[in-house]
């Protein structure tokens, strides 16, 4: 169990050596604009801080405002996602910009912020603890991994990290505390070879106490995840590649991409290829062979391929340009 002390000890440390990022306020300073908070969750869902700094700064300089990131054109916000991934983000981002510019400002509390679109349980606790100081525990994967670490729990059971994190607040300091955990998490308190030498936390870890404390959480199974492949047409006419919008709806819903195939389980045999690329979604993973064709499909545009970084292509179809581009450079040589 961990001591009364130990929140005071995470906070002097967070007072310390906190991490100044563009959307935080520092320890003890006016909670940062929740918008920013909110943005900034958003894009961190399953993306590094150093890959979020830049193109959060960005989203700023062209939507300073949530109400003018609602009045964006989707079709732009796609575009700026790009390269970010787990592109139904985006999507809910919209929405979500939309509905709390409806209501005339977001909601103060985590029960409120859950009904907004794409706000789960985490993010919610989060916008509410440190835009709001509420007292709500927000729980990602840092702060499960020094919750279980400090009260060497291997398997945690559902709802009992929140009730720990929970406890551990001071009045008043739920904002700080819960960047406190995730600072700790995500510098010291790592996966794997956790500094736990400079841990403030290290006096009352039950998992260094126990000669492991890598084992604790107890890993998650990994799920099999099966393999598909697909087809992406390069078609080039004076200088322009054709490009087309994937539907609304399913993965990189709404984004720019080359025209292909459907993406099935079947091998494709037979294409005289350019290249291949292989991505890694979450549920599965992916060979697009990338194929030189002349026809362009009904629906899409022109796009000059000097300005394809303008494009918003996502990651998977950017890759597949660039084989097909390595191809021509290879052709012209």
Known sequence: MVTANAAAMLLQHYVDNYRRLAWRAGPGEPPPEPYHVWLSEVMLQQTTVAAVKPRFERFLERWPTVEALAAAEDEDVLSEWAGLGYYARARNLIACAREVTRRGAFPVTAAELRNLPGIGDYTAAAIAA???????????????????????????????????????????????????????????????????????????????????????????????????????YWIEHDGHVWLTRRPVQGLLGGMAALPGTEWTDAPIHGVNTLGSVRHVFTHFSLDLHVVASSEPPAKGWWHKIAELDEAGLPTLYRKAADVALGQEKKRAA
């Open 130 to 232: 440190i835009a709001f100081g509420e007292n709500s525990a927000a729980v990602d994967t840092n702060v499960r991994r020094v919750i279980s670490r400090v009260n060497g729990l291997r398997e945690p059971a559902a709802g009992q990290i929140a009730t720990l994190a929970h406890e551990m607040i001071p009045p008043g300091r739920a904002g700080d505390l819960t960047q406190a955990l995730m600072d700790l998490g995500a510098t010291i308190c790592r996966p794997k070879a956790p500094l736990c030498g400079s841990c403030p936390l290290r006096g009352q870890c039950a998992a260094l106490r126990s000669g492991a404390p890598e084992e604790f959480p107890a890993p998650k199974q990994r799920r099999h995840r099966p393999h598909r492949y697909g087809a992406a």
